[in-house]
């Protein structure tokens, strides 16, 4: 399973569970996702420094259940700017919390959808980030719905992503409901009937999450109801 410790949109700290250990005995592997606004590329030093304060207060709350790895989203710099200063910014980040002592929790580095300046949406990109980053013991988060709006096609793309990272650590097993290389981030479910042309096979969700070997959760809408018929999808389809 998969939770968030914090607003997913906002810079408050987490809070620690009261269910904690349980969840930490618990034999549901579990990962905690970094909140969004989290951009450790971004060259706004506004941006930057909480978000480097985030990741360490997440990390450490994420040991408290337990969690295999802390989601983390590729980032960003902004229009006109050179990707490049936007993984070191990464690297840096990566050396000050090494530096520090450690992260308590693996930070897996998930893929995004869009834009021209994201350091994880196109597998260049995501080459060069982890030649920057990979000598820290990152992990990887392969979504499907990010890749394929994000124009990284489905077929083979565990053997793409892991020339390049050597490991997928969790798959975020997404529909899209938008085409391919559309740069929108808006997920569907798995189970949609009739899928649209350019849409993502659902076939081809179910390949990745066995090609990956790695645990996969839903992040899908519809609530308990959406999110438990795509995981019997995947289920049936394994
Ligand atoms: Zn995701």
């Known amino acids: 399973m998969q939770f968030f410790l914090a607003d997913p949109q906002g810079w408050k700290a987490p809070v620690i569970r009261p269910d904690a250990e349980a969840l930490r005995a618990s034999s549901v592997e579990i990962f905690v996702h970094a909140p969004y606004v989290l951009n450790l590329a971004s060259t706004n030093n506004r941006i930057r420094i909480p978000s480097r304060k985030l990741l360490g207060q997440h990390a450490a709350a994420a040991a408290t259940v337990g969690a295999s790895g802390l989601i983390v989203h590729g980032g960003h710099v902004n229009k006109g700017e050179d990707i490049a200063v936007g993984i070191d910014n990464w690297r840096k980040a990566l050396q000050k919390a090494q ?91 798995l189970t949609v009937k009739n899928v649209e042309p350019g849409m993502i096979d659902p076939e081809l969700v179910a390949a990745v999450v066995r090609a990956a070997g790695a645990p996969a959760v839903v992040e899908t809408p519809g609530g308990a109801e959406g999110q438990s018929a795509d995981i019997a999808y995947l289920r049936a389809h394994q």
């Open 99 to 189: 530096d520090d002592g450690g992260l308590p929790t693996r930070v897996l580095i998930e893929n995004t959808a869009g834009g021209d300046n994201a350091c994880a949406r196109r597998f260049d990109e995501l080459a060069r980030l982890w030649d920057a980053v990979g000598e820290f013991g990152v992990g990887f988060c392969l979504d499907t719905c990010h890749a394929h709006a994000g124009g990284e096609k489905l077929l083979d793309i565990v053997d793409r992503v892991k020339s390049i990272t050597g490991r997928i650590d969790l798959v975020h097993a997404n529909g899209s409901r938008d085409g391919f290389d559309s740069g929108r981030d808006r997920h569907d479910n």
